[in-house]
């Protein structure tokens, strides 16, 4: 399966800042990147899916100028969290397909904390 | 509009029972279901199926699939501690995966 590289793993920033999350494809080459987000005791709800060298494909209802999305390289795709508030405080976590995408391997995901 | 949905939402067993998990699905351009245990952070995988009526086995924990019905179960027999964890079903349509609202378990000693 796939190694999946996620940092930071846990940030605290104030309202109004920018924060960006990257994830690493380790071992394989990723034409296909999934970002979730997580409530306390909830399930993982996609945001969007990162398509390399192209623009990403975003959920009903996720805002894409909130949530920047980069995915320049078949190993890295990047989430900004923009003008973060305290609501965007959440568990991001991003997955790769895998071979053919049958299966999503995990990053070790991403707490964000917005004061 | 495609859903996943799990039952029960929440378990608490004692260490050595049975446990059945439930997850069915409303989709069109169904590819496969996933099953997933997550502890802390990531998700690790435990089943993917494809095909109606065949079981998948690992250890303990066994899972089938009813595509007529539209529904999973995942079975974990003598449950451990260790097993205590939310069990996330996905389902796979073309190319993104949609995950169900999980079934958090505890299992007591």
Known sequence: GAVVSQHPSRVICKSGTSVKIECRSLDFQATTMFWYRQFPKQSLMLMATSNEGSKATYEQGVEKDKFLINHASLTLSTLTVTSAHPEDSSFYICSVGGTANEKLFFGSGTQLSVL | ?109
Request: proline share 3%; net charge neutral.
């Open chain 2, 1 to 109: 509009e495609d859903k996943v949905v799990q039952s029960p939402l929440s378990l608490v067993v004692h260490e050595g029972d049975t446990v059945t998990l439930n997850c069915s699905y409303e989709v069109t351009n169904f590819r496969s279901l996933l099953w997933y245990k997550q502890e802390k952070k990531a998700p690790t995988f435990l089943f993917m199926l494809t095909s109606s009526g065949i079981e998948k086995k690992s250890g303990r924990l066994s899972s089938i699939l009813d595509k007529k019905e539209l529904f999973s179960i995942l079975n974990i027999t003598a449950t451990q501690t260790g097993d205590s964890a939310v069990y996330l079903c996905a389902v796979r349509y073309w190319t993104q995966f949609y995950f169900g609202t999980g079934t958090s378990l505890t299992v007591i000693p």
